[in-house]
């Protein structure tokens, strides 16, 4: 098709906030949504009918949506506010009081444009001048979208990608794989597809999030492609589908994440179980005698101590000679499933089991689902037919209603019924790369590309559906690899199969971080390195003290010598990682609340430094920091033979606390503090509160739960803080009914410091006393609830 002299769009109709136009001699129409004062969206199609005309990833304030999706043009999430919209013929304006588009109706070249409380304008994104759009197929296969690039931004998010958190003059593909041993600081792609980033000016400090709804693979080149005939610019391609993009306005990055979590909807609220230290191995489960193995590591952590709270069952258990068979109990490895799953629970420890959504061509049921037409097919009426492991096989199709159905019998037939607590949604990347492959789209037939992220999705749904209907009283805990913007609202993820090396543990770090700004809270890594050598006795303690700072705390390997990874692989090491499991048992009251943040309001329980100091410009240096919550500050050690760690605090006008030292230090300076190998270096912002469980944890006594305060008030000057601990059970289905708010006020001056606290909620505390806790080298008076109360070894116990 031959290029056109012009692309002039006319505009067609206004109604219920969507405004249309449409392209002169063509079906090809635009479509400019207002939804909220600071989010537009755009959408703009080859006919008026959309290609996928449900949407699965937006979900707007919403636990979940249907199966089968929500109507893409079902606007009533959104306050669809006020506008003002101005024709001029060849160019249309569209303000709110927060955001303006001027549109240049030839060629449809968006520019946008921020509005600040005052009344004050600044040009936040323009489309490229040439060629923004892939009206004709002029500009390849696919559909595009350019915007002019600026030398003066910053790009943060795309979700879980290798190297530094800025995504400045890279290209990522947008494509779920399975990349074990993936090296952290250059491959791509990875596992999950999370087609959203931010965009800083680090000039007006003005920051937008771009999220496009689309579920095929796609390209997000952040600056790497140049050509002289275009100017400096970015772009978005994807294979398939339709080009539907929203605009957030931060002005804040914080602001920007928050929005688009909120649009992409909550973060499932898990049990407080899942923060406990889980463990997991191949090795065991492929091991001939694999319920013996199972039971030497229950037995081996109550031997060393090692609170444990979880195991996750790789998926030998399913083994048919050397493949995996999902849904089968291999009764050679596990001649009692039942028996075995009671000791575990008996012990206190809950049974995660590994799932894949592919059938190998000889598995049992094979040709039963291939009659019934469960599997993904192509467009001749056959079974598609992908490599999966060590053989070929087919991948169900989760948009069939009737396949959707058998998952879910299976994950209750197969595993909970068994006594299995969650189901852990594996290999579920879908790596099918036929062009003719065609899923049942709940009746509607799609092509798979234009469906292929939401494939993971849906299996994780179901997976989730299954739980929740055996069990509809507790709350269910599931695990993904794979996923897409969404998956948030059923599991919780991690990096996959990464390598052991110093430079897993630090870029890791980063991934975990770009899947915080994408939505994706409930994260954490392979401890120890999943595939590559094993890792040296150092290496492992110091990715430990990483670990305990994540929501997911999972020790895994595969490790080529076939060792494994576990916290008593090293004699001269056991004792450190038993502390640090203990330390992390007693920071899961903080863990566990800034879950509950993350699910009610929408808050990242990882947080780059920038996040929480944007006005401080040295914190957007590329480092090796994160905040846990609003309070912590990591500084991770990452480098082989360090004692010591220079760490970079953040602009903060009452200074920091070093945990360990309780030393206090001035915000807005390098410092360098002590970092051996007992502990990791933790800086604490003065003003903070830290809940914790002051019980004295072992194995066998995990269950126990004391409240305690760790108090870091201010110093150098007066200071008001306030904190809100969430307690309920955690586990029950009904916490929003049955929880209790325990309220703490810190006010500190330069003679004392007065707490005060209230306790409101109809859930029944299971501790009866409060212990405060004040940095070792503190002098001034406390006070709690009015009255001086008398400290010993820097602590008060107060009754309830």
Known sequence: ??????????????????????????????????????????????????????????????????????????????????????????????????????????????????????????????????????????????????????????????????????????????????????????????????????????????????????????????????????????????????????????????????????????????????????????????????????????????????ICDSFQLSSGYTSIEDKRYVFNWNTDKFPDPKGFINEYHEKGVKLCANIKPALLKDHPVFNELKEEKKFIMNDHGEVEMAQFWDEVGAYLDFTNEESVNWWKQKVTEQLLEYGIDSTWNDNNEFEIWSKNTIVDGFGEKLSFEALRSLQPLLMMKASYEAQKEFAPEIRPYLISRSGSPGMQRYVQTWSGDNYTSWKSLKYNIKMGLGLSLSGIYNIGHDIGGFSGPAPEPELLVRWVQNGIFHPRFTIHSWNEDQSVNVPWMYEETTELIRDLIKFRQRIIPYLYNALYKAHEKYEPILRPTFYEFESDDKTFEENDDFMLGESILVASVVEEGQRERAVYLPKHEAGWYDFHTSEWYEGGQTVTIPAPLEYNPLLIKAGSMIPINDA??????????????????????????????????????????????????????????????????????????????????????????????????NHCVVAL
Not at 66 to 94: A, C, H, M
């Open 1 to 306: 098709m031959s290029l056109k002299e012009n692309y002039q769009f006319q505009f067609l109709d206004e109604k219920s906030n969507i405004l249309t136009f449409q392209l002169e001699g063509s079906e090809v129409t635009a479509k400019v949504i207002v939804l909220e004062e600071d989010m537009i969206r755009v959408v703009m199609t080859k006919s008026e009918q959309l290609e996928v005309n449900k949407t699965w990833l937006v979900a707007p304030g919403m636990d979940d949506v249907p199966l089968k999706g929500r109507d893409r043009f079902d606007l009533s999430p959104f306050s669809l506010p006020q506008y003002i919209f101005r024709n001029e013929g060849n160019n249309v304006t569209i303000e709110t009081k927060k955001l303006k588009l001027h549109i240049d109706l030839d060629g449809f070249k968006v520019t946008w444009f921020s509005i600040d409380g005052n009344g004050n304008m600044q040009q936040i994104a323009a489309d490229r001048n040439t060629q923004a759009y892939n009206f004709d197929g002029s500009l390849g296969e696919g559909i595009f979208h350019y915007l002019q690039r600026d030398k003066n931004e910053q790009y943060f998010g795309l979700g879980e990608k290798s190297g530094e958190m800025d995504r400045y003059g890279k290209r990522y593909r947008m494509l779920s794989i399975d990349p074990m041993g993936y090296d952290a600081q250059y491959t791509d792609p990875l596992y999950k597809h999370i087609p959203f980033y931010i965009t800083r000016n680090n000039q007006t400090g003005i920051s937008f999030g771009i999220f496009y709804d689309n579920m095929a693979q796609s390209i997000f080149d952040m600056g790497n492609e140049m050509d002289n005939y275009h100017g400096w610019y970015r772009y978005y391609q994807s294979m398939a589908g339709d080009l539907d993009y929203y605009v957030i306005l931060g002005p804040e990055v914080k602001d920007v994440v928050k929005k688009y979590s909120w649009l992409t909807g909550k973060t499932i609220f898990a049990p407080k179980w899942s923060f406990g230290y889980s463990g997991s191995t191949m090795t065991y489960t492929d091991a001939p005698d694999a319920q013996n193995q199972l039971k030497k590591f229950i037995d081996q952590c109550e031997e060393h101590d090692i």
């Open 696 to 793: 004295d944890s072992s194995f066998e006594s995990k269950e126990k739960d004391e409240r305690g305060f760790l108090l870091f008030p201010h110093k150098k000057k007066s200071g008001s803080t306030s904190y809100d601990l969430f307690e309920d059970d955690g586990i029950s289905a009904n916490y929003q009914e049955n929880h209790t708010i325990v309220s703490v006020q810190m006010n500190a001056d330069s003679e004392a410091i007065h707490v005060t606290y209230r306790i409101e909620g109809e859930y029944k505390l299971p501790y009866e006393s409060l212990r405060f806790y004040l940095p070792e080298n503190e002098d001034r008076k406390l006070f709690v609830n009015g009255e001086e109360v008398a400290m010993e070894n």
